[in-house]
T-cell receptor
Framework: GAGVSQTPSNKVTEKGKYVELRCDPI?????LYWYRQSLGQGPEFLIYFQGTGAADDSGLPNDRFFAVRPEGSVSTLKIQRTERGDSAVYLC???????????????FGQGTRLTVV | QKEVEQNSGPLSVPEGAIASLNCTYS??????FFWYRQYSGKSPELIMF????GDKEDGRFTAQLNKASQYVSLLIRDSQPSDSATYLCAVVRNTDKLIFGTGTRLQVFP
């Protein structure tokens, strides 16, 4: 596609439910990032994929959070047993660069606003 | 200590003035540095990146990097009301992880 696409744009769920957030990166981009952004804060790193593998998942807050990218393109962020504190905007970004250092642009999707009630 | 630190602001400057946004980082292994702009309710968009010490200019924007002081800044010349946004500093270490600061809110008043 022309840009990074995230679905749904908004998601309201009840505490304790399971949710999946989808990210469709720019075609050909090997690097894919998930971030979480709360109001008034910068994007908080969650996980980074290079191809199909999670190169760094150190930002996932706990084992309720999991992300996959099985074919090296679309990625799904999965949150189990959602809590009210999980409410935030979840941002996905993709980049064409592989290897360090990254010196090209990471393009962001419009985000999924998750509200846990 | 946060990996990337920014003053949250708001930084208020009059139209036409120079806005100076600052960022410090803790990891000396950081290799690439980025400035993103984020309008309210929108996603971040890249303004500039820099990875060599010194200045890099692009139109009204100048990024400055001092690795010895672990300091990166963004200057916006001839500030316009349309520049009013949150400016996010981000750094990349050798693991390719892009880490953001909390952002500085800039207000340019007519």
């Amino acid at each position: 596609g022309a840009g990074v696409s995230q679905t749904p744009s908004n998601k309201v769920t009840e505490k304790g439910k399971y949710v999946e957030l989808r990210c469709d990166p720019i075609s050909g981009h090997t690097a894919l990032y998930w971030y979480r952004q709360s109001l008034g804060q910068g994007p908080e790193f969650l996980i980074y994929f290079q191809g199909t593998g999670a190169a760094d998942d150190s930002g996932l807050p706990n084992d309720r959070f999991f992300a996959v990218r099985p074919e090296g393109s679309v990625s799904t962020l999965k949150i189990q047993r959602t809590e009210r504190g999980d409410s935030a905007v979840y941002l996905c970004a993709s980049s064409s660069t592989s290897g360090a250092p990254m010196n090209t642009e990471a393009f962001f999707g419009q985000g999924t606003r998750l509200t846990v009630v | 200590q946060k990996e990337v630190e920014q003053n949250s602001g708001p930084l208020s400057v009059p139209e036409g003035a120079i806005a100076s946004l600052n960022c410090t980082y803790s990891d000396r292994g950081s290799q690439s540095f980025f400035w993103y702009r984020q309008y309210s309710g929108k996603s971040p968009e890249l303004i500039m990146f820099i990875y060599s010490n010194g200045d890099k200019e692009d139109g009204r924007f100048t990024a400055q990097l001092n690795k010895a002081s672990q300091y990166v800044s963004l200057l916006i010349r001839d500030s316009q009301p349309s520049d009013s946004a949150t400016y996010l500093c981000a750094v990349v270490r050798n693991t390719d992880k892009l880490i953001f600061g909390t952002g500085t809110r800039l207000q340019v008043f007519p």
